[in-house]
Nanobody
Framework: QVQLVESGGGLVQAGGSLRLSCAAS????????MAWYRQAPGKQREFVAV???????NYADSVKGRFTISRDNAKNTMYLQMNSLKPEDTAVYYC??????WGQGTQVTVSS
């Protein structure tokens, strides 16, 4: 079984940056693609970005050009570099794997 732990969330002003991390442990050889999702208050969870085990990324249109997803397979860790943050990026950010495992989430709050 894979366990995922997110970190790096916090409070930042609009235009600022944050870097989220997602550390995987357990049966990590089972991990293929990994992704970030987010859920704002009163809204459904939405896709943010995905990265294949080979490192190919894909992004939601709302974050394209501002967010960068990456992974370090040697460290079993995935990252989300978030730049030019907007108040509408405020949400709980979750990491997940292609096997359907989810982390507990990390709060990102962007003030205007």
């Amino acid at each position: 079984q894979v366990q995922l732990v997110e970190s790096g969330g916090g409070l930042v002003q609009a235009g600022g940056s944050l870097r989220l991390s997602c550390a995987a442990s357990g049966s990590i050889f089972r991990i293929n693609a990994m992704a970030w999702y987010r859920q704002a208050p009163g809204k459904q969870r939405e896709f943010v970005a995905v990265i294949t085990d080979g490192g190919t990324p894909n992004y939601a249109d709302s974050v394209k050009g501002r967010f960068t997803i990456s992974r370090d397979n040697a460290k079993n860790t995935m990252y989300l570099q978030m730049n030019s943050l907007k108040p509408e990026d405020t949400a709980v950010y979750y990491c997940t794997t292609s096997g359907g495992i989810w982390g507990q989430g990390t709060q990102v709050t962007v003030s205007s």
